[in-house]
């Protein structure tokens, strides 16, 4: 749809509109200079559609806020659990209702209280598209983006030689898959050659070579060498079987003992080791795994610290978004699980899919010892180690796919078919919502169980949550209904809403919109208090650039207090909103969400504007 300099529409759906009204007043000479808007400046008028003769009573009955800049909570006690179901060929279902799922939180039964499907993949995509090529057709302008995915490489576990197959994958896929439509960005968990959503794919190109492998953690450099997991086991568990293998590898790498002795022995203390020998590798294999894990928790913290920051980037952006973690991998200890379930909770809320692509590919762990090799060896031990390293380092890329409804990729060498599946969201993800049973705030881990009634289908879902460590009260839940909705492209209708726009340039580079609202209030719902039909209005409107970045957003408030003798005019009258933006010349998505405090309704509209 393309709102002309000289014409106001009122705004149906996205990608159309008809004539409303005379033409406004025409502006000087348009220029085509496209830009951000170089002020964010904004204000909102409020007013009944039906005029009164006692302006007093309008106030007494309609009281709007000053305009604020729209601030949101993120924090709720409804618990999201999202599930993707396949069948026996991989497809994805989306015919299932409430009743065909159970939830246990803690092996107890849920009830569902809140049930969805997003239709969050390709053909969601594919539908959205045609939707704005249509509207492209007519404006003969530049692509306004729906989808975004950013692509985050994990520098801080992957190597070199990993790290080449996969940025080579990546070029020619983004070479041979961005629409006009798509945004993409190259981020890493080190932080260094971040290139936020373009779709410039010279830049995207010049920022995957810039990427390095930045571990700082190499156990073959140490004494003894120790992973990352045998760490955690002797500095945070007290494992004394990993403090024994280790220590015996400190008596071979401080040259003490013999290497084939000691990689076959089957004692914890070899008769060739004397006991200040014993005492001055154990004290090498605990310092080690001291230095280990103090490195291996820094980069777990600032790993999980950057998908929480590239999901944080993702809620500013419109449409379909999506995360995908390149990664080999990467083990998280207890002191990390909660920091790894509030991404989660977070990602859910914001309708982000994060996806994993195990950047190993197609691996073999050798873990055959020779029959000769007593099974309590060493060599024993630590091939079982080096085994248990690679299931934990699989393990966090699954978590955080499946409890956000991406795609986890892994044990294949086909990496621009990896990356096909997971920069695709699900076609189909369930949402299931339910508020805890005697939910005690506490901070405690709960189990979380997804029974799917049809057996002949494969599902993937959440496994588990942390209790919050205090309530949440209803404002703040509202808050974050309307924080999802700005950032949406869903349209929806719980009550009608109708958007008018129109721009007047004072000048060639800048142009003043206005946004008018008119909201349909028959099918609200009012509490009657104190002899008046009340009810709160939250209106936000916001304006994106062609990037899909959030560039302002206005929040106003509207109080309703209606008299018995004015309800029923002002019902059929209707309430109209007006918000107007500086900007400057160029394209522009508006979004308008409205929701209503008594009956707790909500609807959103979208709209394309076009300033020359």
Partial sequence: MRITHAAQCFILAAGCCVQAGPPAPSSTQSSNQSSTPSSNQA?????????????????????????????????????????VVRDRKGRAIGNLTKEDFQLL??????????????????????????????????????????????????????????????????????????????????????????LDFTDDRGKMSEALNRIASRSRLSGATDCPPMSFYEADLIANRNDADALSVATNDALICASLLDLQVASRSATANPPEATPQDMQSATSLAQGAASRAVAIGEAEIQ???????????????????????????????????????????????????????LDARGLYALDTEVSQNVPQNSNQTKKSMYAHLTMLADSDVLAEVSEGTGGTFFHDSNDYREGLRLTAAAPEFIYLLGFSPQNLKYDGSFHNVKVVLKPKDLDMQARRGYYAPKHAVNEAEQAKQEIREAIFSREEVQEFPIALQTQFFKPTADTARLSVLAHIDMKNLKFQKVEGRDTDTLTIVSGLFDRNGNLLTSIQKTVEMRLKEETFDARLAAGLNVKTSFDV?????????????????????????????
């Fill in 302 to 356: 600032l790993t999980l610290s950057s998908l929480t920051d590239v999901v944080r980037r993702m809620t500013s952006t419109p449409g379909q978004r999506s995360v995908v973690l390149v990664s080999p991998g990467f083990q998280i200890t207890l002191n990390y699980r909660q920091q790894e379930m509030e991404l989660m909770d977070r990602a859910i809320r914001a309708k982000v899919t994060i996806s994993s």
């Fill in 105 to 194: 939180d803690k092996g107890k039964l849920q009830s569902i209280s809140r049930f969805s499907v997003e239709k969050a993949g390709e053909k969601a995509a594919s539908e959205a598209a045609q939707i704005e090529a249509s509207a492209e057709e007519a404006a003969g302008s530049a692509a306004i983006p729906t989808r975004f995915v950013a692509y985050l490489f994990d520098d801080l576990h992957i190597d070199n030689g990993d790290l080449a197959q996969v940025r080579a994958a990546t070029i020619k896929h983004l070479t041979e898959t961005l629409q006009p439509t798509d945004r993409a960005a190259i981020y890493t968990t080190s932080g260094i050659g971040n």
């Fill in 584 to 612: 400057q010349p160029g394209k522009y998505v508006l979004r308008v969400v409205v929701r209503d405090s008594e009956g707790e309704m909500m609807s959103a509209r979208n709209g394309i504007v076009d300033i020359p």
């Fill in 43 to 83: 204000t909102t008028t409020v007013a009944p559609a039906v005029p009164t003769r006692n302006p007093a009573k309008n106030t007494v009955e309609i009281a709007s806020s000053p305009d604020a800049k729209t601030t949101f909570s993120t924090r709720v006690n409804l618990v999201v659990v999202p599930v």
